[in-house]
């Protein structure tokens, strides 16, 4: 961390990119790292690949956070966050092999990329390793930093319900409310607010649920039909995985979203199974419990092979 710190320090006119479909962890990272270079007196915005969601419009967004092609310079160093593979990348530059770059991350699947990286599988998030890194930058959290690490941490940590709510990210989080985080105010945005678009989907595809014969495995598939009926959009779909793997006697679920040519697959499990071998096998990856993969067949086709492959993990669970 030490290390990253000096490469940070010697350097200027960075970008910091989250993953594709970013999540709280990607932009709460990216942000508040970007605030921290911009406090040194250095050139930096945080890259993201798509407009960001609506419940994350409460972050400090102005002058930190540029859409790919309105870019306000050339960056010439690259710091990737919360990135679990090369592939993830949100945002690509041109001329990026010449560019410095910096990996920082959480994933213990991480096969590790850029030419200086910390990760740590062992981390809640990324969010709670960009605390440590702006110690080691000597950048003090200021109200605004503080938000957007909170806003990682308790995104990843389910609201500070999932197993990597360790003592660690709790420990950071109550720093952060020594810093000035309103938490009340912050939680109310992130966790106890809906859209309507959201609700209705949410209430679509729990329509559209299918569960397994024995109740252990649940999947839904969303469709662009259902999104356009509904008007509601990617991040929309966020959490609706959660709501089938919270259903009494499931140990795996599955959400498919359909995309342009491709399906989106979000993976739950309720403790035993391990879904991100599940998710391995599709392409993806993740942890044992939230995992992830983006597969190019036919919706249907999707469905059935997440639905075995899901009942096969569930079936493994049981015996450990
Ligand atoms: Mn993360």
């Not at 250095?42 to 859409?67: C, D, G, N, Q, W």
Request: proline share 3%; with cysteine.
């Amino acid at each position: 961390m030490r290390e990253m710190a000096r490469w940070l320090l010697e350097r200027d006119d960075f970008a910091v990119c989250g993953h594709i479909s970013p999540d709280g962890d990607s932009f709460g990272s990216a942000i508040a790292l970007t605030l921290a270079l911009l406090s040194l007196g250095k050139r930096a915005f945080a890259a993201s690949s798509e407009r960001i969601p609506h419940m994350y419009e409460f972050l400090p967004l102005r002058e930190t956070v540029f859409l790919a092609g309105e870019e306000p310079f050339a960056p010439r160093n690259l710091v990737h966050v919360d990135t679990a593979s090369p592939d993830r990348v949100g945002v690509r530059f041109s001329g990026e092999e010449t560019m410095g770059k910096a990996l920082i991350d959480h994933h213990d699947t991480n096969p590790g990329f850029d030419e200086i990286r910390y990760i740590d599988g062992k981390a809640s998030s990324t969010g709670e390793l960009i605390a440590m890194l702006l110690d080691e930058l000597g950048v003090p959290i200021t109200a605004e930093i503080a938000v957007c690490l909170y806003t990682a941490i308790s995104t990843d940590t389910g609201n500070f319900q999932f197993s990597n709510t360790t003592p660690a990210a709790m420990r950071t989080v109550a720093r952060l409310v020594e810093c000035g985080l309103d938490i009340s105010a912050a939680s109310a945005s992130l966790f106890r607010t809906r859209t309507l678009a959201r609700t209705r989907l949410l209430g679509e595809a729990l329509h559209a649920m299918r569960l397994s014969d024995d109740g252990r495995v649940a999947v839904t598939l969303v469709t662009r039909e259902m999104m356009a009926r509904c008007e509601a959009g990617h991040p929309d779909t966020e959490s609706i995985v959660n709501y089938l793997n919270e259903i009494e006697g499931v140990e795996a679920a599955a959400m498919l979203e359909e995309r342009e040519g491709a399906v989106k697959i979000s993976l739950r499990s309720a403790g035993r199974a391990d879904v991100s071998k599940v998710a391995q096998e599709l392409g993806g990856g993740g942890h044992r419990f939230a995992a992830g993969a983006t597969v190019f067949a036919t919706p249907e086709e999707a469905l059935r092979v997440v639905e075995g492959k899901l009942l096969e993990a569930a079936a493994r669970g049981k015996d450990r």
